[in-house]
């Protein structure tokens, strides 16, 4: 089984270790959950997108690429050819602003695109494994207050809005809210117990 993972922090992946001013709670679940893929025998792929400086930018030439059904660049058309490989798809970043960063926007809005991963006409996937979706976030805002004051609008841009709508129906989020306030004993806790 190959699970691609799409991480979006400054940081990179290799801020999963606690040094002062250069880490991220992200990166050590991004160290769990590769580590729990490999347990279970899964081939992983890592799109680190701050350590490839990805653009996430859509220029005029970007775009009239995109209505073309053609791809953008070497990057773009190599992660696309990933994602089509792939039995699971994860995405990990943080939640800024109620939703993800530039780079995660950025990815899906150049690297999901029509004609070469869905359906222009008919919207449906071109992933033909169905890969299964989830997406690991961390985020200030208190759960209770995203979902019910906020109206938890990652869920209606990412599971409604992109993946149901080109018939990705496997979708799981798992999302740790608060950590920055937590003891480093409860983070530490958090993430023996973290489970994919």
């Given at each position: 089984?190959?699970?691609i993972i799409i991480f979006d922090h400054p940081y990179t992946a290799t801020a999963s270790e606690n040094i002062p001013h250069h880490r991220s709670f992200l990166a050590a679940l991004l160290k769990s959950t590769i580590t729990q893929l490999k347990e279970q025998n899964n081939e992983v792929d890592l799109i680190d997108l701050h350590a490839d400086n990805f653009d996430p930018v859509m220029s005029a030439d970007d775009l009239t690429n995109w209505r073309r059904g053609k791809s953008m660049n070497a990057q773009v058309s190599d992660y696309q050819a990933r994602l089509l490989s792939a039995d699971?798809?994860?995405f990990m970043f943080p939640i800024w602003?109620?939703?993800?960063?530039?780079?995660?926007?950025g990815f899906i809005d150049k690297v999901y695109a029509k004609s070469i991963l869905?359906?222009?006409?008919?919207?449906?996937?071109?992933?033909?494994k169905q890969p299964k979706i989830e997406v690991i976030t961390t985020m200030s805002t208190p759960k209770f207050v995203y979902k019910f004051l906020i109206g938890s609008p990652l869920t209606r841009m990412l599971f409604r809005g992109t993946f149901i709508k080109t018939r990705l129906w496997n979708f799981k989020w798992?999302?740790?809210s608060g950590i920055?306030?937590?003891s480093l004993a409860k983070r530490e806790k958090i993430l023996r117990d973290f489970r994919l």
């Open positions: 089984m190959k699970t699971r798809i994860i602003w109620e939703v993800m960063p530039a780079m995660t926007k869905y359906q222009a006409d008919s919207m449906k996937t071109k992933l033909t798992k999302n740790f920055e306030k937590k």
